[in-house]
């Protein structure tokens, strides 16, 4: 297991972060999965002695039972909790009400507390909003979370699925009014679903910003248990598939990557995720999991090598068609590119 720096900081969180989606159980998210506290310690157990350090949840998750059992995990099984990176987020309704979503500062404040107390801690490594809010003023949130962490409840602030103008603003704002930036953006990204090297992954090396990815395998799709034309009767994507992706372009790569796991000895799954490692942008890959056995094949993603050979064919076969402006600037700009 590597570590990484997280964006412009001096914390270092593993290259592979545990997903805690799994845990719980309630509303829609019993689709991802329904894990008890006996399973989630088990996961947490095996993800730890492989040397993550990093987890990440969310309030909505479960309503607040994959924190809750996220907490009670790391109490049962004796971890120090000052050697774990916790992230977690706000933003999703928690309850009935107008005031009990969105990233007001009477929400933001009230949801840090009940994460504090799910979660049995006293700070939170990673506070994140878990989108763009339109409706609360920007500098309403960026200014609580700057008060959330000088009160010390909070060490660092991150975004998640936000619009690169949106990000970019945030940045400035903070930087302006010299106020905690956020240090990481969590965004869906795979090599099935490479549209954030447009516009966002340019914008997180140019501020050095941390890249968190969710859902690295495309909701399962690039697990490799899925073939073409294909309707999944179980797993994610039976239940609850909100991944917009190109299914016959993902099956593109998956002819790739099928013979070139055979060849290696590991999984499309493996080659998926280290794929993903393998991006100079990417500080860490979020991974969930149901049974043990998924989270024990993903893990091993952090042995698999490519060759050059083999990364030329990966980005081949899932590359973008250039879109305006790039392919003008990439032409009248090449001399001094070079």
């Keep these: 297991m590597r570590y990484n720096l997280l964006g412009n900081t001096g914390m270092k969180v593993s290259e592979l972060c545990l997903g805690t989606m799994t845990f719980g159980g309630s509303g829609r998210f019993a689709a991802i999965g329904s894990l008890g506290q006996e399973s989630v310690d088990g996961l947490m157990k095996t993800a730890i002695d492989a040397g993550v350090n990093f987890i990440d949840t969310a309030n909505v998750y479960s309503f607040g039972q994959s924190e809750e059992l996220t907490g009670q995990a790391i109490r049962n099984l004796g971890i120090n909790r000052d050697e774990l990176v916790i992230a977690t987020k706000v933003f999703r309704p928690m309850a009935p009400g107008p005031n009990n979503q969105g990233l007001s500062r009477k929400h933001i404040m009230q949801q840090a507390d009940a994460s504090l107390k799910r979660l049995q801690t006293d700070y939170i490594d990673l506070y994140q909003v878990h989108a763009f809010d339109p409706l609360t003023p920007l500098e309403e949130t960026l200014d609580v979370l700057n008060d959330l962490v000088r009160s010390g409840k909070v060490r660092y602030i991150g975004a998640s699925n936000l619009f690169a103008w949106q990000l970019m603003k945030s940045l400035s704002y903070s930087q302006h009014n010299h106020l905690a930036k956020f240090v990481s953006l969590q965004a869906y990204y795979t090599i099935a679903s490479r549209e954030m090297e447009r516009e966002l992954i340019p914008l997180l090396n140019d501020q050095q910003v941390g890249l968190m990815v969710w859902s690295p395998l495309a909701g399962g799709l690039l697990s490799g248990k899925y073939k073409r034309g294909q309707v999944p009767e179980e797993g994610r994507l039976a239940g609850f598939d909100i991944i917009q992706v190109n299914k016959e372009r993902a099956f593109d790569i998956l002819d790739v990557l099928h013979p070139m796991a055979e060849a290696k000895g590991a999984t499309v799954a493996q080659l998926s995720l280290a794929w993903l490692l393998h991006q100079r942008a990417v500080t860490s890959v979020i991974i ?51």
């Design 288 to 338: 969930g999991a149901n049974k043990p056995a998924q989270l024990t094949d993903n893990l091993a993603a952090v042995n698999v090598k490519f060759t050059p050979e083999e990364l030329q064919q990966l980005d081949q076969v899932s590359q973008l068609t250039k879109e305006y402006p790039a392919w003008v600037l990439e032409n009248v700009a090449a001399d001094r590119i070079s």
